[in-house]
């Protein structure tokens, strides 16, 4: 009796700590993506022009906007006694852009770890490889779900 649970105990172990050589799944390229095809396009002249709408709005003191194909994302800055009307500043924002840019998605946040890692991307220059491209699309979604959630 002894042997036979040592056996299958011994069985078991080995047979769970092997490999197994099931099919593996493959890890796509970042090329490869489906979100990256055609190649992301940064619009800065639209983010130019975005930015300067939303600074325009009274009570931000400072804003910042990147646009990726056909999304524009905006962060604004508020403070002092603007914040008390906060949803109503970021709602007039969403509104005025809309009407600049009916064609693209816009998201508008006033986070500030939001506002601070757009600002990064914005000064991030673009570049015209397909697979830095598409990370740094990839970082701009992550954003975007992060301004919905």
């Known amino acids: 009796m002894r042997t036979i649970l040592l056996v299958l105990s011994l069985f078991f172990l080995f047979t769970g700590c092997t490999q197994q050589s099931g099919p593996q799944t ?11 095809i055609p190649t992301p396009v940064r619009h800065f002249d639209s983010e130019q022009k975005a930015k300067a709408i939303a600074e325009r709005v009274g009570g931000i003191d400072r804003a910042v906007a990147v646009q990726i194909d056909n999304e524009l994302d905006v962060a604004i800055q508020v403070s002092n006694f603007n914040r008390l009307r906060l949803e109503s500043i970021r709602k007039d924002v969403a509104k005025k852009l809309k009407s600049a840019f009916p064609k693209t998605n816009i998201h508008v946040t006033s ?9 990064k991307l914005s000064e991030t220059p673009w570049s015209t490889k397909k697979e830095e491209a598409c990370k740094q699309k990839k970082k701009i979604k992550k954003i975007e779900q992060q301004m919905k959630g």
């Open 111 to 119: 986070d500030k770890k939001l506002i601070d890692e757009l600002q």
């Open 26 to 36: 493959k890890t796509k390229s970042a090329a490869e993506d489906p979100q990256c």
